[in-house]
């Protein structure tokens, strides 16, 4: 069976390691405009405010390598992925919105994998 509350814990956990001085206030203002403002509003948070953030949220998306679960499968087609480059990764997030359940769905994991990593910043593992 399938369990993607696992990979929102392994990257959460992932996140929280980044070193960055500002990172739980980073994934709390991350976690808010998700929250707030949606998927694509925090996705052009991140880039200007928190970018390694932003690389590993969409190293979540796509999966790292054959052994993770590919998160891109449920939100594109197979034969694409989120692309790195910013503009091009913005016309993908576009793709996706255009159907409301996958967008609630990517939502919904993002905003669980910040929660989890904001959890593990505040404790410092």
Known sequence: MLNLDYECMKYG?????????????NLRKALGVLQEDGVYAMFLWLEKNAS?????LVEFLNGKDENEIKIKKYL???DKMF?????????DLQTVAQDI???LFMKKLLERTLI?????AKVGE
């Open 13 to 25: 956990q992932k996140i929280s390691k980044i070193s960055d001085s500002n990172l739980e206030n």
């Open 76 to 78: 594109l087609n197979d």
């Open 116 to 120: 989890y990593a904001l959890y593990h």
């Open 101 to 103: 359940d996958k967008l």
């Open 83 to 91: 692309r790195k480059n910013f503009s091009k990764f913005c016309e």
């Open 52 to 56: 390694d953030v932003n690389e590993e």
